[in-house]
């Protein structure tokens, strides 16, 4: 049987009224300013620690389960490895001298909220500076009433 025969026939068995016909529903609501604020200071709060080493405040945030992308090429990093590299760019002497986001679009989906986001950041080492600029996708829990940084995804452009 050819492909568009199959879809034919999965077509016609599934009907009009399957839920491959319908369209799907919007799941995504708003966050109440207050709560988007604070979501925006928790993420930012997560690069700057990140950058400045301060890995006891990243275990405040960062759950065991979280799951790092970063654009370095590794396939993704966990929280230890995410939190051995924050220590590990702070000792080589780097230093944050800034970190801004842009175009930040938010999607809720009950206790979840997934943040899109253009980043940029400057940093310096021996007195050289380097940009990074790029597309950040980041995930928020919200558990026990509060919210856990469960995971990101990391592009640069140049």
């Known amino acids: 049987m050819r492909h568009g025969n199959i879809l034919a026939l999965v077509l016609a068995v599934s009907g009009p009224g399957s839920a491959a016909a319908q369209a799907a529903p919007s799941v995504a609501t708003t966050l109440p300013t207050a709560e988007l604020k604070a979501l925006e200071a928790i993420r930012k709060d997560v690069w700057v620690n990140w950058f400045t080493g301060d890995t006891a405040a990243l275990r405040r945030v960062l759950p065991p389960e979280l ?35 842009e175009g930040t679009t938010v999607h809720r989906f009950e206790a979840v909220v997934v943040m899109f986001s253009q980043y940029e950041v400057e940093t310096e080492l021996a007195g050289r500076r380097s940009t990074q600029r790029g597309r950040a996708t980041e995930v928020f829990v919200r558990k026990d009433g509060r919210w856990v940084h469960t995971s990101w995804h990391l592009d640069t452009v140049p």
């Open 67 to 101: 799951i790092a992308i970063s654009p370095d090429g590794t396939p993704w990093q966990t929280l230890q490895q995410t939190l051995d590299g924050s220590a590990s760019f702070k000792a080589a002497g780097n230093r944050l001298l800034s970190v801004a986001f």
